[in-house]
């Protein structure tokens, strides 16, 4: 009778200790050290820049370049929190910031990035929801890449964002 019982109170310590190390926000992805995937995805309709129409995701625009992809909607909470930091990032001309529009209506993208500033030079559209599965899951953002032999991926996960 005492032996199943110190058992579960070991199993259960074990537990206690273990959900309580670590910082639950820094999930790990099972795509760092990968390529990142070769997803074509169309351009948002109407979204210009300087009068010419914004282009879509090409795999070819990571190749030696630093790129910040962000997976958003306008119905995402945490994606109108962060857009002032993609603001400022866009800015930076070391990087190229590129946006996949996850599951939205065209004018609601339109108006949430006329509403905080367009900081991507690429926006592509995710219209069905597999290309932010195949970027590692519903459940991260930030990934920072160099499409170069030796290329990096830098992935910050939060819970309740889109991407």
């Not at 590129?98 to 993208?109: L, R």
Request: aromatic content about 8%; hydrophobic content about 40%; proline content about 9%.
């Amino acid at each position: 009778m005492a032996l199943p019982l110190i058992a579960f109170a070991a199993l259960a310590a074990i537990f206690w200790f273990r959900l309580g190390s670590g910082d639950p926000s820094r999930i790990p992805s099972a795509l760092i050290g990968h390529p990142a995937p070769q997803t074509a995805l169309p351009a948002l309709d109407g979204l210009t820049n300087n009068g010419a129409q914004v282009p879509g995701l090409d795999p070819a625009a990571f190749k030696g370049k630093v790129s910040v992809v962000n997976v958003w909607a306008s119905w995402c909470i945490p994606c109108h929190d962060e857009a002032p930091l993609l603001t400022e990032l866009g800015k930076d001309t070391r990087l190229q910031v590129i946006g996949i529009n996850y599951k939205d209506s065209p004018d609601n993208a339109r108006r949430f990035l006329g509403r905080y500033g367009n900081p991507f030079g690429i926006v592509g559209v995710d219209g069905n929801g597999r290309a932010a599965i195949e970027w590692g899951g519903l459940w991260r953002t930030g990934d920072l890449h160099r499409r170069t032999p030796g290329h990096h991926r830098l992935q910050d996960g939060r819970p309740g964002h889109p991407g």
